[in-house]
């Protein structure tokens, strides 16, 4: 018995991808746009089966070219090539909503294979990045242009230091950097102007749980946390037997993070120690490649 492919034809209104788009979401997307059922879409028809590959189908009913889409959509394999996997540090992001539309000509939002180093669309100003679950949840900064410029400094820290070492202080500082706002460290008006700017008007939510303006409120002091645990001379002086060297370091720290009001008791205990804590997890981290690095050049 032969099989012939289900007959599909191009969808009047058609999309172009977006960069680096998930498979699904633009399949959603070209279902959208042409309100046709998204099941409907992918099997035409119940008798015929179609041997296309995701490829084939996707190049017909949007009238792109296979290699605008493969180039595109990184999970369409192309050509008996298998579909190219996301780099370890991305994650399935909404892409900023007025890229979109710039790119697209569509509302339809889109998610995309993103750095989850990339919090901030430097382009149109939106926070896109941690705990936005929505595309109307991405927040407009242009009221507190200090969390745009710590995009920027996170990259060219990335660029200074290196992204191995840009990303173990960016994890091993998450901890210091929650414990210092729950003991309302000093966030100047930040907080309440990003709260006040949130655009869904749904339900309250615990704002340690899934509050992006909460985030984005905090994100310059944490990469200045990054910074300053990303320069291995003042890592070194913490950790120092020094009791002169290790003061100054934390007159440093303190200079960075003027508190409101001085910590006491367990607290002014808490932040020395954790700070010790944390210089010592980047530079154990650390010391595995550095030695590993210096075998491969010894060899």
């Known amino acids: 018995?032969?099989?012939?492919?289900?007959?599909?034809?191009?969808?009047?209104?058609?999309?172009?991808?977006?960069?680096?788009?998930?498979?699904?979401?633009?399949?959603?997307?070209?279902?959208?746009?042409?309100?046709?059922?998204?099941?409907?879409l992918r099997a035409p028809s119940r008798w015929l089966d179609s041997h296309l590959t995701s490829l084939d189908a996707l190049c017909i009913l949007s009238g792109q070219s296979r290699h605008n889409l493969a180039k595109a959509i990184p999970d369409l394999r192309a050509d008996n090539v298998s579909p190219t996997a996301p780099a370890p540090d991305h994650v399935l992001r909404w892409a900023c909503r007025r890229c979109v539309v710039t790119r697209t000509g569509s509302t339809l939002p889109a998610q995309v294979w993103a750095s989850i180093h990339d919090n901030?669309?430097?382009?149109?100003?939106?926070?896109?990045?941690?705990?936005?679950?929505?595309?109307?949840?991405?927040?407009?900064?242009?009221?507190?242009?200090?969390?745009?410029?710590?995009q920027r400094q996170y990259w060219r820290l990335r660029r200074r230091h290196g992204p191995t070492v840009t990303s173990i202080c960016y994890?091993?500082?998450?901890?210091?950097?929650?414990?210092?706002?729950?003991?309302?460290?000093?966030?100047?008006?930040?907080?309440?102007?990003l709260h006040d700017?949130?655009?869904?008007?749904?339900?309250t939510v615990e704002p340690d749980?899934?509050?992006?303006?909460?985030?984005a409120a905090g994100?310059?002091?944490?990469?200045?946390?990054?910074?300053?645990?990303?320069?291995?001379g003042w890592r070194r002086s913490i950790l120092s037997d020094d009791l002169l060297v290790v003061p100054q370091a934390l007159a440093e720290f303190h200079r960075r993070f003027p508190m409101q009001a001085p910590l006491?008791?367990?607290?002014?205990?808490?932040?020395?120690?954790?700070?010790?804590?944390?210089?010592?997890?980047?530079?154990?981290?650390?010391?595995?490649?550095?030695?590993?690095?210096?075998?491969?050049?010894?060899?």
């Open 209 to 215: 749980k899934a509050a992006p303006w909460l985030i």
């Open 1 to 40: 018995m032969t099989f012939h492919p289900a007959p599909i034809r191009p969808l009047p209104i058609t999309l172009p991808p977006f960069p680096s788009e998930c498979e699904s979401s633009y399949w959603n997307r070209l279902a959208l746009a042409n309100h046709v059922p998204l099941a409907r």
């Open 120 to 150: 901030v669309c430097l382009r149109h100003n939106l926070w896109t990045g941690k705990n936005v679950f929505a595309p109307e949840q991405q927040l407009d900064l242009s009221q507190t242009p200090d969390v745009i410029r710590a």
């Open 197 to 203: 700017l949130v655009r869904v008007k749904g339900p």
């Open 264 to 299: 006491r008791g367990t607290s002014r205990t808490w932040l020395s120690t954790t700070i010790e804590a944390t210089a010592r997890r980047i530079e154990a981290l650390l010391k595995p490649r550095s030695c590993s690095e210096d075998r491969s050049v010894g060899g």
């Open 219 to 232: 994100y310059p002091e944490h990469v200045t946390l990054i910074s300053l645990f990303a320069a291995a």
């Open 171 to 193: 994890d091993a500082t998450g901890k210091l950097w929650s414990g210092l706002a729950h003991r309302h460290y000093r966030l100047t008006r930040r907080a309440e102007l």
